[in-house]
């Protein structure tokens, strides 16, 4: 009986480290600040060998014709972006898929729609950039994107079809000089 006994409290602690393995090794949901980044990585505080040193050297770096310069870590989902000719510190953070977070006007990368960000940002100022895949909108100290739909031509946007899909990237930014800009523009 004594055996038995044993064997059972065996197997549920066994039982018991292995879940509790499982829940520690998902990624917590994080907190993505508009204009400033998340924990401690801070747009225009935070320097890339501060992202190095924290996240390692599993990147992949690329450089926008010495505009500026992004590393990727596509394993965690995070992409830093940093003018060299201008300074060290991260100009901007790109979040994508395995990446979870929520931004603090509760858009939640791959669960949110663009519906969701119309909702909380009063409109979509709807743009397409680069290699045309995906369709952005943005606002001070974000931006929001959704892929598109290539079965369709790109102009015109088919918004009512866009807006239901998830946001698949964020973008976060110090972009709020562009903003006072049009605020002045008559």
Do not use: C
């Amino acid at each position: 009986m004594k055996y038995n006994f044993t064997l059972l409290a065996g197997i549920v602690l066994v039982l018991f480290l292995f879940a509790f393995g499982i829940k520690t090794n998902q990624q917590q949901e994080k907190l993505i600040l508009n204009g400033k980044g998340f924990d401690n990585y801070q747009i225009g505080i935070t320097s890339i060998s501060e992202i190095i040193r924290e996240l390692g050297d599993n990147f992949q770096k690329v450089d926008h014709n010495g505009y500026s310069t992004e590393l990727i870590y596509h394993d965690l989902g995070l992409s830093f972006y940093y003018e060299p000719k201008i300074s060290e510190t991260i100009s901007a953070i790109e979040f994508f898929y395995p990446f979870k977070g929520t931004t603090d006007k509760g858009i939640t990368l791959n669960e949110s729609t663009m519906a969701d960000v119309q909702a909380v940002h009063d409109s979509l100022d709807w743009y397409i950039a680069g290699q045309a895949i995906e369709w952005y909108s943005e606002y001070p100290g974000i931006e929001y994107a959704v892929p598109r739909d290539t079965t369709l031509p790109k102009y015109p946007l088919d918004e009512e079809l866009h807006k239901k899909l998830k946001i698949t990237r964020i973008v976060v930014l110090d972009n709020f000089e562009e903003f006072e800009e049009d605020k002045k523009s008559p």
